[in-house]
């Protein structure tokens, strides 16, 4: 199953064009169920187009991840809200914060305050949360028979360990689970467990901006989150102009590539997603994978024929063959390892699987 990103936030903060950007989707014009807008954002890893350079394929492809488009957040609303079902079911998500002047765009609150507006948003997460593990407690009161006694007096204590957490006004992000407790209560998909990139839509300057939000960032990471900076605005107008345009206009405003591309890879990062390689006169394509996923099922996502018939993986490491200057001599150099069912792919992994089938 493909991950996917969940973007939320206020209204009128920026996201419809954030999702644009990520995925080149007009929100209106993209997927829709549920009153969810989907769309596939493209991963831009600069290691693609080297690799793109040293073969010269006929394809290419960026490795993916699928972005959802949830209405907006709606603080003090009831906790059965329409927005927030979408998120329990999302591995991640991105908090667009506006941090932007401009007397023609409505701010819900009056005014900009981007850490009152991170804050509004995760309170409303937090006393999700908590109703979640209290209507779970409650539940499993009812249900108690003598067989299920000793499991639910366990996961009643993860709970419990959960809402005392979150009534200090505490992610559960910053709180230390094992893999036992973590098993008791994914199931629950609470919202302050899921990763989170928060990114800050600031205005034209975007340095000042960062420097102006640099304690806030700095308490965001300290909880857990990544933090991104972007001028929406800014983005939208790299998109409308062509290659040379684009790349002139980038130089005048000292940007070395589109925030959006750094954004798409913090987002694939936050997702807990790694990029190997495949590459070849035909096709060099990035192909996503979990950390921690061994070759056979690395394979697989190839081809279930690979997995199927896996037999080793020849594997050569991003940064040796592009020192190396081709294939040909990074072989030659001893730079191809040769690995079995039990090795862990790492990012950045060329792969050429044999199999037989």
């Excluded at 996917?4 to 993209?30: C, D, H, S, Y």
């Excluded at 205005?203 to 000042?208: K, L, N, Q, R, T």
Aim: proline letters at 5%.
């Amino acid at each position: 199953m493909a991950m996917n990103l969940g973007l939320v936030g206020l209204p009128e903060v920026g996201k419809a064009t954030i999702f644009r950007l990520l995925t080149g989707l007009l929100p209106e014009k993209a997927p829709n169920r549920n009153g969810i807008a989907y769309g596939i954002a493209p991963v831009r890893d600069p290691r693609v187009d080297r690799l793109v350079e040293m073969y010269h394929p006929k394809k290419m492809r960026y490795a993916e991840f699928e972005m959802a488009l949830p209405p907006d957040v709606t603080p003090n609303a009831a906790r059965s809200a329409e927005w927030i079902d979408p998120l329990r079911n999302v591995d991640a998500y991105l908090h667009v914060v506006r941090a932007f002047e401009s007397p023609s765009v409505f701010h819900l609150e009056g005014s900009v305050d981007p850490a009152r507006d991170v804050e509004l948003v995760e309170m409303e997460f937090l006393l999700a949360d908590m109703a979640m593990a209290e209507k779970r407690i409650s539940r499993m009161a009812k249900e108690a028979t003598k067989k299920t006694a000793a499991q639910h007096e366990y996961e009643e204590g993860v709970l419990r360990k959960c809402t005392a957490h979150l009534e200090a006004e505490k992610s559960l992000r910053t709180l230390a689970f094992n893999d036992e407790e973590l098993r008791h209560i994914r199931s629950l998909q609470f919202l302050t467990l899921k990763p989170l990139v928060v990114v800050f839509n600031v205005g034209e300057d975007v340095e000042a901006a960062r420097k102006a939000l640099a304690p806030l960032a700095e308490s965001l990471h300290g909880q857990g989150a990544t933090v991104v900076y972007l001028s929406a605005a800014i983005e939208s107008e790299l998109c409308e102009l062509g290659p040379a345009e684009r790349e002139a206009f980038m130089a005048d405003l000292g940007i070395a590539e589109p925030a959006a591309h750094r954004l798409s890879r913090a987002a694939y990062d936050c997702l807990g997603l790694i990029s190997f390689f495949t590459v070849g006169e035909d096709e060099v394509r990035a192909w996503p994978a979990r950390k921690g996923t061994l070759a056979p099922e690395a394979a697989g996502k190839i081809h279930s024929d690979l997995e199927r018939g896996f037999i080793r993986a020849e594997t050569i490491r991003y940064d040796d063959l592009v020192k190396s200057g081709s294939e040909k001599a990074a072989k030659e150099a001893n730079l191809q390892h040769v690995n079995g069912k039990e090795y862990v792919v790492q990012d950045g992994d060329v792969l050429h699987i044999r199999f037989n089938v």
